[in-house]
């Protein structure tokens, strides 16, 4: 059986196989050519900028040296001044050695000498003469009539004696002393060119790259080849704004040339060899894989002879193959889109999340590219940050399906764009959470002005919600900063002033200042009223309503913030539910009814008077079922009874179970178990602690003695009124007492 369709998929996938290699291999030439070119163009310039910096640093440490000796070594005053004291020979002596240590300084330094124009002498290392001797004369007048208190010369000869023949190629640090005006004088520092070439010699290397030095008249100062002819192209110009020089670097072109052939060569012998490998490939697939097309094809043939109906139905099953081929491309092209367009969205919410939380330090240069790649405005005076939380956010998951919230929050995020745009202001507001819209607000220059039309604009944006949204909202906003950095502070500011909206209420903007008065709060200091609220509810005592308000009194003038209301609302809960454990089943069941409730309220709150209304009604709920159940034992109206004479006989030293007993004709032990039943503690600690806090109470506020005091609250004893004492609060009455 001949095999056509075998030949005719082979021959038409090999030429196209070998256009599209040979493309790409001439391709990846080009690419990785470029390449190789832009890395060495990078790689010169990083070389030619080190060279440059090494260059500067050298000649600014110098520099840095002569201005520091000029402030502080008194001998260079002394000598312009000349003031100099001792023995003149001696003292100018001093000055040469002086200068002598300026130039063992630094290696780079060839020689320094001082010029004084009161006298117009010049003093070097080796000589002390008059200006007109000196061999470098001409140099000094030009500098003293320079208005420049600084010059760092070009290349330049420079000869210590006018009969000397030999000269130094030098370039000259000249400094006007003093500082300030420089009348006095110059020092002038003359740098070794031979030791600059030298040095930047040593940090190239000839045989890869060159270098050149050009001053700002174009004549060339040195250059790394030592005369050599240049056969390099030129790669880097670098400009240095503190010497103005120029440095030309580039490569070798023949180390160029020998390195990017070998390397086109490679690529060439390992293209055309993975040519050789994917046609042979290409024919062994095609013939493993022709078993199945040739069974295909011979079912075709088998039908061929079919009706035409048959045939075109086919044909139409095939085209519809190849329609859903494409619209499952094009699904997948805009499903690509789609994720493109939420990358940069994610982009934008991440960048703005580590900007104002500081997980990431934001430098302005930094921030400017981020600002421009993302599309979003650079220029400001001053930034200011604001949060945007909306209330009562579990009832409104509770109200509407996600995409309704969903909604919402793009139309309160629309209302901050279009409320700064009818401001003239710019703004950037992002979801920081579920419930939260973080702002930052650019602003004009002046403080004042940035202040008034941030609150402007925060409550345009909190009346408009109000009156068109089923939801409310309250704004932090935070301090006016300057800087890129600081805006993590205002951010900070917002966030923390929120913090206290249970207390200073919702439906409002909330300003920084509102919360910088509230310092850590001594929490402790609720504690009793909180055990004393428990006790009070325990014993069924009508008194829980009134401490209960006070709790929540004091919680609202504290300025306590949401989280330390929390955290004092679950002790609330503990010590309720630690004072409920030792009732009866029944009373106990009534209580742990309402602790979930109240721990949901717990959570779920906005305000203070929210809180409260939610805890006085799950609480007055289950007093209402523990009187009730109270009220069906029989003997609760007895208990009663015996807890308000146990209240105004403690004093009696003879109050007992068995005093009780004959009191109210019941047996002792029933009245123990009973007792504990009713009010969750035993009868003899119920009496204890009545006894203690009236004895606490007197230590107080009477000047009794510890064995009145003792008798008072029913112990005839003292010792046995001292030892309770201590058991009950951990101290002595005396020591109590002070």
Known sequence: MTKPWFYRLLFSYLPVFFMITSVLIVLIILSISHL??????????????????????????????????????QRIDQFFDNKLEGNPYYSAYEVTELIRGMMNYNKFIDSVYFYRAYDQMVISPNTMITADRFGDKSFIDE?????????????????????????????????????????????????SMDAIVGMIRDMSNTKISFIQVYDPAGNQLLASENGHAITGSELTRIHSNYTNWEYRSGLNDQYLYTFTSVFSYVWIGLGLVMIVLGGVWMTYVTHRNYRPIQLIMSRIHAISDLQSMSIEGKKKDEFQYIDRAISNLMEISSRYEKQHEEDIVFRRRHFFKEWLEGSRTVEYDDWKVEMNRLHLPTGFGRLTAAVIEMDKYMEICRMFSEKDQELLKFVLSRVVYETAESFGLTVWAEWMATHRLSVVIFTDEDVKNSEKQTANLCENIRSWVEQHLHFRITLGV????????????????????????????????????????????????????????????????????????????????????????????????????????????????????????????????????????????????????????????SNHAVMRQIRTYVETHYADPELSLSSLSEQFQLHASQISRAFKEEFGEKFVDYLVKIRMEQAQHLLQSSRHSVQEIGVQVGYTHAISFIRAFKKFTGVTPGDYRK
């Open 36 to 73: 190789s070119k832009r890395e060495a163009e990078n790689a010169n310039q990083t070389y030619a900028l080190h060279i440059m910096q090494s260059v500067d640093y050298t000649l600014k440490t110098i520099d840095e040296y002569v201005i520091k000796e000029l402030q502080t070594n």
């Open 143 to 191: 500098m003293m009539k320079s208005p420049s208190q600084y010059e760092l010369t070009n290349q330049r000869q420079y000869k210590e004696f006018t009969e000397m023949d030999q000269r130094k190629v030098v370039i000259s640090l000249v400094r006007k002393f003093p500082l300030l005006s420089g009348q006095k004088g110059i020092i002038v520092v003359n740098i």
């Open 478 to 633: 935070g301090h006016v900063v300057g800087q890129v950095q600081e805006l993590v502070h205002s951010y900070e500011a917002a966030t923390h002033v929120l913090r206290f909206k249970s207390t200073l209420g919702t439906n409002r903007v909330l300003y920084h200042w509102e919360a910088e008065a509230s310092t850590e709060k001594e929490m402790y200091k609720h504690l009793p009223l909180i055990k004393s609220l428990a006790q009070s509810f325990r014993l069924g005592d009508e008194g829980w309503k009134a401490a209960l308000e006070q709790f929540f009194t004091d919680l609202k003038v504290g300025l306590l913030s949401y989280d330390e209301i929390r955290n004092l609302m679950n002790y609330f809960a503990y010590h309720l539910h630690r004072e409920m454990i030792e009732l009866s089943a029944d009373l106990q069941e009534s209580i742990q009814i309402a602790l979930p409730q109240l721990h949901d309220a717990t959570q779920q709150f906005d305000t203070i008077e929210e809180l409260y209304a939610s805890c006085f009604h799950l609480l007055d709920q289950a007093s209402q079922r523990m009187a009730d159940i109270r009220e069906v034992k």
